[in-house]
């Protein structure tokens, strides 16, 4: 079982240093495929997602830095990319990227296709690139099937593989994985998997990004109020379970949203024998 992690740029030197301790955690417990980081809306990170990902690379890892179209042109892309390959990274995380309050257009790429088309003219077949994938639909999607088909197009780009947006219900990915064979793609898409770590945090962030937390966890998260023992044990169930049907039905891997922290990946890992405890 694959599994990989991402992380978001820190912005201060505590968050480097904890980030740093993080990533040591988690390598030394789970030993990850390769880390991601996140790009931050309109190129917000660009030097941070640089900083984490040279150091990720130096330390003997893959390293996968995330691409966006928000804010871009074919100019800066073509800097990144050649900086990532002068600096070997091998794997890149294409994205269209959300626009940030205030922004009003994208800049030259619109989607994630012609970002990975870009790469794919620039550079070859020099990187792996991973793009997302929606299983309960990209919320801006007009329909189910108008999702399949940019996801259809984004792979016929040049795409290698992809990456779940996070949910908990296994239905939703196992339908995706069915609609996307049936249009003749059949390449590893990885689940993302979200720790449940607080109640208000997620349940804003599921709502703004599309992701549907079900009525039965929502209302058992909101009861257990200010309670984050209850709120931990009860998250480190669900998920560990929804993992276990995407494991049991051949996942090819699960993509931790570690939101820099290592507890969660881990305790969910363990609960999975992923690992041995210690």
Known sequence: MEIS????PPKTEEGIARLLQTRSALTEKLNPAFFSVTFGAGGSTQAGTLDAITQIHQSGHIAAPHLSCV???RVLVKELIN???DLGIKRLVALRGDLPSGMGQYGEFHHASELVEFIRSETGDWFHIDVAAYPEMHPQARSPSSDIDFFVKKMKAGANSAITQYFFNSDAYFRFIDDVSKAGI????VPGVMPITGSTQ?????DACGADVPRWIRLRLLSYGDDVKSIR???DEVVTDLCDQLISAGAPGLHFYSLNQADPVIRIAENLDLI???
Not at 202 to 206: N, P, V, W
């Open 5 to 8: 992690v991402e992380f978001f």
């Open 71 to 73: 804010g871009t042109s």
């Open 83 to 85: 900086l990532y390959r």
């Open 186 to 189: 059949d390449v590893p898409i």
């Open 202 to 206: 997620l349940l804003r962030f599921s």
């Open 233 to 235: 044990a009860f998250g």
């Open 276 to 278: 041995k405890r210690a």
